[in-house]
């Protein structure tokens, strides 16, 4: 099976989205002059190029990318090919208005943007294959194809008449029978009952709130019915191509993705990753979506798009100062990246992303953004042999999962201040600012190689991983639990006493009698800190350990964070500062040390494989002590323990022999 170590090849991909259809032939060797100065050596090719190849149904129109390959291919750029499949030309909505969504109130999403197409459309799915296969079939053997990448950001939801037959379906497939159906959907509420298959419809626009069931496994069919057009496609280049590894690209935490399932499915795990360059935490968020992507890849994976500076769909678009794009772009290598891509190579001049920033900006190759870009490829150059294909190790892992996001995002719940991605996050920077090495895992992995287990929230769980954090801890793990965990089922029923009896018992809670939600500008006081969003009212059953209570309120002299043993719960959030504090001293508990003791703050380590990455997110110059000697890659200059790091300042350490 080919993976992303067939593509790099001992090496670091750098370079991003190429779109030369939108520009005269002619400027396509100033593109690849200035990809070469700027250490360019792989570009992805055709990701909205469907009009172009095919201006009308059935016409292929290679000649341009013929041209573009070979090109390329001289001036040794591998390609990434991508299968235009994600915005259908103009004459497939004209001339088949079934192949547009619907909405959930009816209404057609028309042409005139991308991604409108319905993933159900047996039309557009014939017609997606067809392009693939033709394609495949010419580039199969052509020198420059390294990668195929899939689609684009699948991100599409149908609410039509075909996907509600393609639903049924789905439906019949996982649970054989309407009585099956109804028991797990709990239709005996609000006389919901189904008699035939033929009544069952996506959940459209309703009266009031719809049935929460229902919604789950709409959600869970409609990652099922994108990946299967995934799948099509990846199946007719593999057919063409077995040794060349095939992605599409995830966009960061997106909830229409079960992500897991998603990259079992990939050769190469890709991501698109846009944090806010004003946002103070935005290196956080870097980390966090470079630790889940490394962890749905297993190691190495795809930086597929970032922003060299600004973007243009926030209400206000800010570039990003000097050396934050090279900061960003080292940090997701250290945390496992062997490709950083952008989107996109040379910035448009016309349509809905010409605000966009690029690698080449309208500024042109003597502006600052092209300047640090060259930097860039020219340090990815300098450590790749020593980088490429190697690892990240970690002791702590941070459970997520799709379907308990899925669940816990339901109409009828509550708090709606209560939001599952902000959780993780929130739980990921209280490890990031420790200097904690973490990966991330589904419920049901294997959780034996890691000392602490992390559960922000996990309002749903299957029995199958209770069971195996139980088992978790009983083999010596630490677990560290947050509010509102194991409360349901798969089909999203609340257990007998509002949580799960197996984590009552792991730990200590006799009986939860109330969940009381914070109001947005409340706190609740609690021994040493003050919890937001949330708070519980718990029984313990007199084996656990109050590690902090409640003070004041209805909730005074509960327990807020319980231990037993080697289980802890958390019921409220705390703030940021005594959430840290309190992650801190669990991971220390389980004999977990920080990459590199002593850090200034806003300065990250991170290890893969035999180099040490120090990262400063701060404007101050800083020095980093250091337990030994050092030479930095990107300097060639021995650090004798210590190092300097300026604005937003790198060093990529390899250690001396003592």
Known sequence: MPSLHDATRGRLLFGGDYNPEQWPEEVWADDVRLMEEAGVNSVTVGVFSWATIEPRPGAREFGWLDRLMDLLHAHGIGVVLATPTSSPPPWMGALHPETLPRAEDGTVVSYGSRQHFCPSSPVYRRYATALTEDLAARYADHPALTVWHINNEYCTHCWCDETAA???RWLTARYATPDALNEAWGTAFWSQRYDTWSEILPPRTAQYMRNPAQVLDFKRFTSDALMECFTAE??????HTPHIPVTTNFMPLWAGQDGWAWAEQEDVVSVDVYPD??????GQYNAMLADMTRSQAGGPWMLMEQAAGGVNWRPVNHPKPAGLNRLWSLQSVARGADAVCYFQWRQSRQGAEKFHSAMLPHAGEHGRTFREVKR?????????????????RAEVAVLHDWDAWWASAQEGRLSSLVDYTSLVQAWHRGLWENGTAVEFARPDAALGAYRVVVVPQLYLLRDAAIDNLVAFVRGGGTLVCGFFTGIADEDDRVRP????????ELFGIRTVHEWWPVDEDQVVGCDGFEGTLWSEELEPDGSAETVAAYRGGELDGLPAVLRKGSAWYVS???QPPALRALLGRVTASAGVRPVLEGLPEEVEAVRRGA?????????????????GRYTDLLTGADADGRVALGLYGVAVLRELPA
């Open 497 to 504: 006493g509002g949580m799960d009896a197996r984590l009552r």
């Open 277 to 282: 360059a004003t946002d103070p935490l935005g």
């Open 572 to 574: 409220t959030l705390p």
């Open 166 to 168: 393609h639903f049924r």
């Open 611 to 627: 180099l040490l990455f120090l990262l400063h997110h701060g404007r101050s110059p800083v020095t980093v002590e250091l337990p």
């Open 376 to 392: 860039i490829g020219a340090e990815l150059a300098l450590i790749g042999a020593e980088v490429a294909g190697t690892a990240v």
């Open 234 to 239: 990846r199946d007719v280049v593999a057919r």
